[in-house]
């Protein structure tokens, strides 16, 4: 079993900063990959970054150059920072990851972008 928990969502400006993280409750070396996703109202759940297999970020045509993914082995933890925040970032942002064939999902946690 895998449990990831997010935190460090919360109302921003538009043009503001925004760093979110995720601990999970094993070495994030262990997961076939691991990272952010989306979910606006009314959307369908899309890839923000994640770590692939191998190491290697990958990040969604819409955040490339605004949002770096990054991790922290010994803490367990990945984060996101997002920079330069737009109105249409706004969803709730879901750390995800892939062990031995199965995903595994935190509960979730709002970012709301105010123009």
């Known amino acids: 079993q895998v449990q990831l928990v997010e935190s460090g969502g919360g109302l921003v400006q538009a043009g503001g900063s925004l760093r979110l993280s995720c601990a999970a409750s094993?070495?994030?070396?262990?997961?076939?990959?691991m990272g952010w996703y989306r979910q606006a109202p009314g959307k369908q759940r899309e890839l923000v970054a994640i770590f692939a297999s191998g190491g290697t970020p990958n990040y969604g045509d819409s955040v490339k150059g605004r949002f770096t993914i990054s991790r922290v082995n010994a803490e367990k933890t990945v984060y996101l920072q997002m920079t330069s925040l737009k109105p249409e970032d706004t969803a709730v942002y879901y750390c995800?990851?892939?062990?031995?064939?199965?995903?595994?999902w935190g509960q979730g946690t709002q970012v709301t972008v105010s123009s």
């Open positions: 995800g990851a892939n062990y031995i064939g199965h995903d595994y």
């Open positions: 094993r070495s994030i070396f262990m997961f076939n990959t």
